[in-house]
């Protein structure tokens, strides 16, 4: 069975702090994706990142596949209030399959 | 990237009642998925829909229980049926062109069973 950890499950920092969020897994992914949720709405895809070790940057964002393709990073520099939400990873699997991880929500304060 | 429509938005159901949502979608898709999100956590996958086969469903998730109806490459519905308050959660459902893609959700049905 599949399962990916998030960590943290709560975060609350200051606006302009910096921070990263863990997906972690024993399994292995062929590909890891990084959604954000907010309130009311469905999750809505930030990357898809596909190689071991691969780095992708968006913004203030800064994702990170790990070489074995069983955990990825997520960092924000600088957060705003604006980046307040639900994140969450999700590893996909067989040609259409996806599996969630456990979320991480960020408060960011003004 | 597709857009889908999905309602309700949310609802309040008496308990052993049932609730149909639907997604709309605009433009055609072959798989369609249906999730459930319970308060303050992750998704979880119930079944995939193609258009013209039955769905497959996820362990611990039954037909009789959570009967979908895929009739074209564009529509989808999810019954939630006999609801009990443990039924309570967001339901999404969502389109997407492989794992390495990603995928485009609806805006989800909250749902409070009473």
């Known amino acids: 069975t599949q399962l990916l950890k998030q960590s943290p499950q709560f975060l609350s920092i200051q606006e302009g702090e910096n921070l990263t969020v863990y997906c972690n897994s024993s399994?292995?992914?062929?590909?890891l994706q990084w959604y954000r949720q907010e309130p009311g709405e469905g999750p809505v895809l930030l990357v898809t990142?596909?190689?071991?070790?691969e780095v992708k940057k968006l913004k203030r964002l800064t994702f990170q596949f790990g070489d074995a393709r069983k955990d990825s990073s997520l960092h924000i520099t600088a957060a705003q209030p604006g980046d307040t939400g639900l994140y969450l990873c999700?590893?996909?699997?067989?040609?259409?399959?996806?599996?969630f991880g456990t979320g991480t929500r960020l408060t960011v304060i003004p | 990237s597709a857009v889908i429509s999905q309602k309700p938005s949310r609802d309040i159901c008496q308990r052993g009642t049932s609730l149909t949502i639907q997604c709309q979608v605009d433009?055609?898709?072959?798989?369609m998925f249906w999730y459930r999100q319970q308060p303050g956590q992750s998704l979880t996958l119930i079944a995939t829909?193609?258009?013209?086969?039955?769905?497959?469903?996820e362990s611990g998730f039954v037909i009789d229980k959570f009967p979908i109806s895929r009739p074209n490459l564009t529509f989808s519905t999810l019954t939630v049926s006999n609801m009990s308050p443990e039924d309570s959660s967001i339901y999404l459902c969502?389109?997407?062109?492989?794992?390495?893609?990603?995928?485009?959700f609806g805006s989800g049905t909250r749902l409070t069973v009473v």
């Open positions: 969502s389109v997407g062109t492989g794992g390495n893609y990603g995928y485009t």
């Open positions: 399994s292995v992914f062929s590909s």
């Open positions: 990142v596909v190689t071991g070790g």
């Open positions: 999700a590893g996909g699997y067989g040609a259409n399959n996806l599996f």
């Open positions: 433009s055609q898709v072959t798989m």
């Open positions: 829909a193609n258009q013209g086969s039955e769905a497959t469903y």
